[in-house]
């Protein structure tokens, strides 16, 4: 059990600029979450797949968000003509999907937008 | 309002003390209760993870979850500096899959 990878763990750009983030869930756990924490609060839902679908999307997720997780594998998150306001951690969840098996988080990217 | 509402602290405590966090929630579908601890620029970590209304102990660490008063509580006995993080409790319903986040409370554990 390797644990949830997310890459990059920084990401500074300029206002206006798109970006990607990647994350790689534990083996074998067919759900998988996007969350945004901004300083101070707790995360905050924005996606979930299970396997390659994404079945629920929150009204945080702007249409310039978008998600993709194409063999039900690693997903990413691309972010499209930043605002200062998407300056936040990224962090992305996954579970097996049983109710019995909790979330387990990765260590997120950090997004700063100049 | 929001659906879940938790002290930011932040808390102060002697080593070796017994600390209590808590969270009140509004929601009454929630049914799964978790505890993630989290240090500075690094993700949740999971605590605790309890099904409805009971306790549960790991080590340390005791979860309470009393559903009747949409309460739940997490206990760490002998506290350690270790322990200095925020921890935040999280929620969920049965129909919905997605995590209601506290907003985390601050604990510091001075040696």
């Known amino acids: 059990d390797t644990g949830v990878s997310q890459n990059p763990r920084h990401k500074i750009t300029k206002r206006g600029q798109n970006v990607t983030f990647r994350c790689d869930p534990i083996?074998?756990?067919?759900?998988l979450y996007w969350y945004r924490q901004t300083l101070g609060q707790g995360p905050e839902f924005l996606t979930y797949?299970?396997?390659?679908?994404?079945?629920?999307k929150s009204r945080l997720l702007s249409d310039r968000f978008s998600a993709e997780r194409p063999k039900g594998s690693f997903s990413t998150l691309e972010i499209q003509r930043t605002e200062q306001g998407d300056s936040a951690m990224y962090l992305c969840?996954?579970?097996?999907?049983?109710?019995?098996?909790?979330?387990?988080f990765g260590d997120g990217t950090r997004l700063s937008i100049l | 309002q929001k659906e879940v509402e938790q002290d930011p602290g932040p808390l102060s405590v002697p080593e070796g003390a017994i600390v209590s966090l808590n969270c009140t929630y509004s929601?009454?579908?929630?049914?799964?209760f978790m505890w993630y601890r989290q240090y500075s620029r690094k993700g949740p970590e999971l605590l605790m993870y309890?099904?409805?209304?009971g306790n549960k102990e790991d080590g340390r660490f005791t979860a309470q979850v009393d559903k009747s008063s949409k309460y739940i509580s997490l206990f760490i006995r002998d506290s350690q500096p270790s322990d200095s993080a925020t921890y935040l409790c999280?929620?969920?319903?049965?129909?919905?899959?997605?995590?209601?986040f506290g907003s985390g409370t601050r604990l510091q554990v001075q040696p």
């Open positions: 929601n009454s579908a929630f049914q799964y």
């Open positions: 083996s074998e756990h067919n759900r």
């Open positions: 309890t099904y409805s209304s």
């Open positions: 969840a996954s579970t097996s999907g049983r109710e019995d098996q909790p979330q387990h």
């Open positions: 797949f299970q396997n390659e679908a994404q079945l629920e």
């Open positions: 999280a929620m969920m319903g049965t129909g919905r899959r997605a995590l209601t």
